[in-house]
């Protein structure tokens, strides 16, 4: 259909003067700014890693796997991650959930993220329905070859452990009681993602989840890697 001509907003080319056709005060408007910025020199330097930088509350580092209250791990292996992931980096095999775990069909025998092809857009967080995975505010975690950047169950559940204390990444992807293992009862079933309250996911207290105080990790792959030891030792997850 052809736009009617009512809600077309015409705008006219402004006219150019003698001086604007000159350019001198767009030059000269040019060399003040110059000018300001060498008397009135404001470094910005981070001086990276002695200072940590402070992190907005809604950065994406890297994910973590969470655990439930009995310590199990919450994903429940619905796929919904990975169906969501635009990058196609989430790889998971489902078993199905031994009979001692009456509140799920199944879980993830193994979970495989590539964060070297990670985005770290956040869509996976935003997809699952029982808050297992969350993007936490590591950023620093490094590895000398793909294989290390490639996370698998055991180190995302090592992050969880290294991370839900630090007062920093607290479990904040909040969105009602949607499987077995969600936490929270006391919030609407989400309905379709538009019907999603608006206040749903920003609760107020810092019992209810939401980040609060600065949002600097010191990290931390020693750390994770002395929980991922730990758990190898006691065998299990
Ligand atoms: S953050 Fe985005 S790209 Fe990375 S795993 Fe999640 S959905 Fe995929
Ligand atoms: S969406 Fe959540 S529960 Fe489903 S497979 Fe991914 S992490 Fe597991």
Redesign the pocket.
């Known amino acids: 259909m052809p736009i009617d001509s009512k809600d077309v907003t015409w705008v006219q080319e402004p006219e150019i003067g003698f001086w604007e056709a000159t350019f001198l005060p767009a030059i000269v408007e040019g060399l003040r700014t110059t000018m300001r910025h060498v008397t009135h020199y404001q470094p910005t330097t981070e001086q990276y890693p002695e200072e940590k930088p402070e992190l907005p509350l809604h950065y994406k580092g890297v994910h973590r796997?969470n655990r439930d209250d009995q310590g199990r791990v919450?994903?429940?292996?619905?796929?919904?991650?990975?169906t969501?992931c635009p990058a196609n980096c989430?790889t998971?095999t489902a078993e199905k959930a031994p009979p001692e775990w009456p509140d799920r069909d199944k879980f993830?025998m193994e979970?495989i993220l590539d964060e070297l092809r990670c985005i770290y857009c956040g869509m996976?967080e935003e997809?699952?329905?029982?808050?297992?995975?969350e993007l936490t505010h590591l950023y620093d975690m490094t590895g000398q070859s793909r294989e290390e950047m490639t996370f698998n169950k055991e180190k995302m559940l090592a992050i969880f452990d290294a991370t839900k204390d630090s007062g920093k990444d607290p479990v904040r992807t909040h969105r009602g009681r949607l499987?077995g293992?969600s936490d929270f009862t006391n919030l609407p079933t989400l309905g379709p993602a538009t019907s999603v309250p608006a206040d749903d996911r920003s609760a107020k207290a810092p019992t209810a989840g939401v980040i609060h105080g600065t949002a600097v990790m010191e990290t931390a792959w020693e750390q994770v890697a002395d929980k991922i030891e730990d758990k190898r030792s006691a065998g299990g997850n």
Not at 74 to 82: L, R
Not at 127 to 133: G, H, T, V
């Open positions: 796997l919450k994903c429940v292996a619905c796929m919904m991650c990975a969501a989430i998971i993830p979970f996976c997809a699952c329905p029982c808050d297992a995975i499987s293992t």
